[in-house]
């Protein structure tokens, strides 16, 4: 079970950081990922990291603004927005699915239920 939490109301330019907590004993052997959807569009990958945290990956509409991280000891998987923009304003997801390496954005398994982020202008 995926929990996500962190979301809210935050100008431009601010900073949010969601959480995502993971109940079990197996958390360090799921490749993470963080998913958004914004109103009347489709849910889009924002950023993916492996087992260990070694590798991550990001959507080009948020490099170098958000960055994904992860606690094993803690079950918990993060992602930091920073330099936020209206345009970033939907339902935010976390996921996971098993699996050796980082090898692709698709096929995440679980699903979190969302947490909203709005960026006001």
């Known amino acids: 079970q995926l929990q996500a939490s962190g979301g809210g109301l935050v100008q431009a330019g601010g900073s949010l950081r969601l959480s995502c907590a993971a109940s079990?004993?197996?958390?360090?052997?799921?490749?993470m990922g963080w998913f958004r959807q914004a109103p009347g569009k489709e849910r889009e990958f924002v950023a993916g990291?492996?087992?260990?945290?070694?590798?991550?990956d990001y959507a080009d509409s948020v490099k170098g603004r958000f960055t994904v991280s992860r606690d094993n000891a803690k079950n918990t998987v993060y992602l930091q927005m920073n330099s936020l923009k209206p345009e970033d304003t939907a339902v935010y997801y976390c996921?996971?699915?098993?699996?050796?390496?980082?090898?692709?954005?698709?096929?995440?398994?679980?699903w979190g239920q969302g947490t909203l982020v709005t960026v006001s202008s």
């Open positions: 079990g004993r197996t958390f360090s052997t799921y490749i």
């Open positions: 990291i492996s087992r260990s945290g070694a590798s991550t």
């Open positions: 996921a996971a699915k098993p699996g050796y390496s980082y090898t692709s954005r698709s096929q995440f398994d679980y």
